[in-house]
């Protein structure tokens, strides 16, 4: 998914986050790249039971995207964006 806002930034805030696995052995994962592009010289990868810190834009785009196997289906994540 890509957000998109007219505002110069936003920020993202994880509610709930519940991936299989932890940062050594990622089998559900979710990646984050801070710009409009997947070569976004920034990323983020986040999986396992904790909850991501706030992340805030560095332009008006940012894609989101989750990856998942094909075993032990788990909770999810859930996510709120504003402008900032």
């Known amino acids: 998914m890509t957000f998109a806002s007219l505002s110069l930034q936003f920020k993202v805030t994880f509610t709930d986050f519940v991936l299989e696995g932890h940062m050594s052995n990622c089998f559900d994962k979710l990646q984050i790249y801070n710009g409009g592009y ?3 010289s920034y990323r983020s990868v986040f999986c396992g039971q904790t909850l ?3 992340i805030t834009s560095q332009q008006n785009t940012m894609q989101i995207v989750f990856t998942s196997d094909f075993a ?3 909770k ?3 996510l709120e ?3 900032v």
């Open 38 to 40: 997947f070569i976004s």
């Open 52 to 54: 991501p810190p706030p």
């Open 72 to 74: 032990d289906p788990w």
């Open 76 to 78: 999810g994540f859930r």
């Open 81 to 83: 964006y504003e402008p």
